[in-house]
């Protein structure tokens, strides 16, 4: 089955900084969803990516799709406090509607 | 308009006991899924609906797992004789139609504690 790594498992940056949180499969990427997790709450969609090389951008968060590296990047410009949660990605597997999650990365931003 | 809602957002029941977690989907959304989702982890797919059939059910863990949609609306989760190992934050998404197509926008989820 497939399986999701995020890398790093929990991020601490200083307000201001750029970061980059990575999400790879072990299998063939057919998509993939971020989403963001504010302690003990719902998930937030932030953005679907469909196809290899598609990139998309939210204010200041981009994602990325790398097909051959079956890798994408979520990528946060000059964080601020309100990017801090548990960024999760989620991965859909070819001919099921199963979406397979990463244990998600713990982004702690301080002022 | 209004999003996913779940109910109730929190249960408390003892070992042994049946519950039924429900899920309110966003309206016209034809998809539905359950996840399971414990501490410190990423949700774990338990079922998913298309319109009224269960097109998946592939992620219950045992027959003591059951859902419904009867209407192609509302659905139903049920847990029945729970244990302490069923422990765990129950959460339900939908979406327009088909994963890789349309965003899965989820409920606050349904925090389940058997004691």
């Known amino acids: 089955s497939q399986e999701l790594e995020q890398s790093p498992q929990s991020l601490i940056v200083q307000e201001g900084k750029n970061l980059t949180i990575n999400c790879t499969s072990s299998?063939?990427?057919?998509?993939l969803y971020w989403y963001k997790q504010k302690y003990g709450e719902g998930l937030i969609f932030l953005m679907m990516?469909?196809?290899?090389?598609e990139e998309k951008s939210h204010e200041k968060i981009t994602a990325k799709l790398d097909e051959k590296k079956q890798q994408s990047s979520l990528h946060i410009t000059a964080s601020q406090p309100s990017h801090a949660g548990i960024y999760l990605c989620?991965?859909?597997?070819?001919?099921?509607?199963?979406?397979?999650f990463g244990k998600g990365t713990k982004l702690t931003v301080n002022p | 308009g209004a999003g996913v809602s779940q109910s109730p957002r929190y249960k408390v029941t003892k070992r042994g006991q049946d519950v039924a977690l429900r899920c309110d989907p966003i309206?016209?959304?034809?998809?539905l899924y359950w996840y399971r989702q414990a501490l410190g982890q990423g949700p774990e797919f338990l079922t998913y609906?298309?319109?009224?059939?269960?097109?998946?059910k592939s992620g219950l863990p045992n027959d003591r797992f059951s859902a419904e949609r009867p209407e192609g609306s509302i659905s139903t989760l049920t847990i029945q004789r729970t244990e302490q190992r069923d422990s765990a934050m129950y959460r339900c998404?939908?979406?327009?139609?088909?994963?890789?197509?349309?965003?899965?926008?989820f409920g606050p989820g349904t925090r389940l504690t058997v004691t």
């Open positions: 998404a939908s979406s327009l139609g088909p994963s890789g197509a349309y965003e899965q926008y």
């Open positions: 299998k063939t990427l057919y998509g």
């Open positions: 990516l469909q196809k290899g090389g």
């Open positions: 989620g991965a859909f597997q070819g001919g099921s509607e199963k979406l397979v």
């Open positions: 309206s016209g959304h034809v998809s």
């Open positions: 609906f298309n319109y009224e059939a269960q097109q998946d």
